[in-house]
Nanobody, 124 residues
Framework: QVQLVESGGGLVQAGGSLRLSCVAS????????MGWFRQAPGKEREFMAA????????AYADSVKGRFTISRDNARNTVYLQMNSLNPEDTAVYYC?????????????????WGQGTQVTVSS
């Protein structure tokens, strides 16, 4: 498994933007499909975005399509989540996830490595 560390969370006003980063170590990053998930208080962890090994394919949850962008830099072992037009409903702990597969994956059970999460709070 790969080790993952997220950063970039914080407090932002509604309409603002944040960029989350997730740095991987321990395995060959470019062999891994990556995903971003979030979990709000009292709710289940839910899929946000996914990217394949090369960055050539991406997928998004309907709730964030057009506002969030996932990308990766294999030279830096990093995956990003650019979040724009944030609203209070986006408040959650955001997690990155990895699996040593080459495709594009949306389910929690598709991933076997998880970061510790970073808190995003959007004020109204």
């Amino acid at each position: 498994q790969v080790q993952l560390v997220e950063s970039g969370g914080g407090l932002v006003q509604a309409g603002g933007s944040l960029r989350l980063s997730c740095v991987a170590s321990g395995r060959t990053f470019s062999n891994h499909a990556m995903g971003w998930f979030r979990q709000a208080p009292g709710k289940e962890r839910e899929f946000m975005a996914a990217i394949n090994w090369s960055g050539g394919s991406t997928a998004y949850a309907d709730s964030v399509k057009g506002r969030f962008t996932i990308s990766r830099d294999n030279a830096r072992n990093t995956v990003y989540l650019q979040m724009n037009s944030l609203n209070p409903e986006d408040t959650a702990v955001y997690y990155c996830a990895a699996r040593e597969l080459l495709g594009l994956y949306r389910r929690l059970t598709d991933y076997d490595s998880w970061g510790q999460g970073t808190q995003v709070t959007v004020s109204s």
